[in-house]
């Protein structure tokens, strides 16, 4: 299929956007006293089918830098899998997420592809990634759905962050769910991962618009039939109404590959809003550095041994590789009481 260009394909804020000096040597550039890094990883389901190796590669290039980059949290996007009914790509996605257990604090997003996504079974899923795998590690918070949604704490330069794994479409009950850990952890910065979020914003009809149409947060879904909720849907109903969520992770598009816009809260918080999705072992790596209010954003394959320059869907270098603003100073309040596990 021949690629289009886009139309109003990356979605920022020009206040606060400025782009990643230092990096132009292909690799990340030097890391500035006192930062800490999280890592996203997008749709690895072409690896599960059929590249494990690039999927280890993934894991190993964290393990080996864990150090050098502090990272301190691990967060996969979804669609960890191509096929849901493939053990075999089961055992695949275990076997190198297995890599990180004991190892750092990690969290994964029930994507499309990794549930049944009319019924919105994600028994295959809780099958190779059970709660049980994580509840003794104190990072862990708890689960709904056994680990289809999960929370997990981890802290870095002195700030505490809280990270919400919500599936694809989360129904109302889930996002009860979730208000009531946000609500309870006021105190931490939050962050939520969830699969489907930015892309195009109306449901395409023809598949050009899934590269040329406006894109933003969803209107439209794929997974739980009547029960599921878009992405606007989800920000409206639960994401918006918290004043220390801070950012939204998500995949799912790789025919837009790389999206970031901000949103203001009800609270008056600003919310980073971002989407990734390559292929060729290409993940993010989110460098916070709080000397200068800033969170550095990098996009790196190990097995091509490269940061990202540009792809035919998204051209500029600055879709791949750029910074944004991020205050922060300590966020004040008084906790409730934290919701049963």
């Known amino acids: 299929m021949r690629v289009r260009r886009f139309r109003n394909v990356f979605l920022l804020s020009l206040c606060c956007l400025v782009i990643v000096s230092g990096a132009s040597a292909g690799m990340l550039p030097p890391f500035p006293e006192g930062a800490f890094s999280i890592v996203a990883l997008p749709d690895t389901q072409a690896y599960s089918a059929g590249a494990p190796g690039v999927f280890a590669a993934e894991m190993q290039w964290i393990l080996d830098n864990i150090d050098d980059e502090n990272i301190v949290f691990v967060s996969h996007l979804g669609d960890i899998v191509d096929k849901n009914s493939a053990p075999e790509q089961w055992a695949v996605a275990e076997r190198s997420l297995a890599m990180l257990h004991g190892k ?166 600003t919310v980073h809003e971002l989407m990734s999705d390559y292929r060729e072992g290409y993940f993010r790596v989110y460098r916070f550095v709080p000397g200068e209010d800033r969170v550095d954003v990098f996009t790196y394959s190990p097995t091509l041994g490269k940061l990202c320059d540009g792809t035919k869907i998204a051209p500029a270098r600055d879709r791949h590789q750029f910074s944004f603003t991020y205050a922060m100073e300590p966020v004040m309040a008084e906790a409730a009481p934290a919701p049963a596990k």
């Open 104 to 269: 750092l604090p990690y969290g994964l997003a029930v994507g499309n592809h990794d549930m049944s996504g009319a019924t919105g079974d994600s028994s295959n899923f809780q099958a190779a990634f059970p709660a049980s795998d994580f509840e003794g590690f104190d990072w862990y918070g708890g689960s709904y759905k056994n680990n289809a949604n999960s929370w997990q704490t981890f802290s870095g330069a002195g700030m505490d962050f809280l990270i919400l794994h919500l599936e694809c479409n989360a129904p109302d009950d889930v996002l009860a769910w979730a208000d009531s850990v946000i609500a309870a952890h006021p105190d931490r910065r939050v962050i939520v991962s969830t699969h489907m979020y930015l892309g195009p914003r109306e449901k395409p009809v023809e598949s050009n618009d899934y590269y040329d149409a406006p894109k933003g947060r969803m209107t439209w879904k794929k997974c739980h039939g009547g029960a599921g909720n878009s992405p606007q849907q989800m920000w409206e109903k639960c994401f918006s109404k918290h004043a220390n969520l801070f950012m939204i992770l998500s995949g799912d598009q790789s025919r837009t590959q790389s999206c970031y816009q901000t949103a203001a809260g009800a609270g008056g918080n």
